[in-house]
């Protein structure tokens, strides 16, 4: 069965022009249930891929700060802890710390994982 560029059928049959009235009313009525049920689910998947997308920027930009490196003056202030014995550490290898261009440096993941290692001590 061809179709016309409305895509009802080329015969006539089931084309707006020939159902009654009451038939067209019922017609409309089915569409708009049918869209009124699409835009609810569509709702709900937007609300689902927000929630999805500020979950992964969260959890991009925790990521990111947990990579960042800190300066044994920066680390100090941090931690409250002397530079002279960070760099104590860092040297016996006692603090995960590496050298990055002659200067020493530690990661925050490094940091807060030698942290939890010492508070177990």
């Not at 920066?74 to 603090?95: H, I, K, W």
């Not at 995960?96 to 994982?113: C, F, L, M, Q, T």
Request: hydrophobic letters at 40%; charged letters at 30%; a neutral charge.
């Amino acid at each position: 069965m061809t179709r016309t560029d409305r895509g009802w059928p080329a015969s006539g049959v089931g084309h707006p022009g020939s159902l009654g009235l009451g038939e067209l009313a019922e017609r409309v009525e089915a569409r708009l249930g049918e869209l009124s049920r699409l835009q609810r689910e569509l709702e709900v998947d937007a609300r689902d891929l927000l929630r999805t997308v500020e979950r992964t920027r969260q959890a991009s930009v925790h990521d990111a700060a947990a990579l960042r490196l800190l300066s044994m003056t920066e680390l100090a202030d941090l931690s409250g802890v002397s530079r002279a014995t960070l760099y104590r550490l860092a040297d016996t290898g006692d603090l995960p710390a590496r050298k990055v261009g002659g200067s020493w440096r530690i990661s925050v993941a490094d940091y807060r994982a030698w942290v939890a290692s010492e508070a177990g001590r």
